[in-house]
């Protein structure tokens, strides 16, 4: 398993030699956020769809 740091040289190796500081921190974070829901899901830390799905549809909005 790549090293984080092998992981961002990858990646910035992969971007066109236009993209801005932007592009990169995007990608980067991008990357990092992934990496951490594939861990979770690894852990066993995650909600069935049906349980998120009734959390979110039974909140009701204050207007």
């Known amino acids: 398993m790549a090293t984080p740091k092998e992981t ?9 030699d236009e993209a801005s ?3 990169i921190m995007y ?6 956020k ?5 861990k979770a899901v690894e852990e ?6 049906e349980e998120m799905k009734r959390r979110l549809l039974g909140k ?3 207007t």
């Open 27 to 32: 990608e980067l974070y991008v990357k990092q």
């Open 21 to 23: 500081w932007d592009d």
């Open 44 to 49: 066993g830390r995650t909600i069935p769809h």
């Open 60 to 62: 009701k909005r204050h």
């Open 34 to 38: 992934i990496e951490a829901g594939l």
């Open 8 to 16: 961002a040289k990858q990646l910035i190796d992969h971007m066109p």
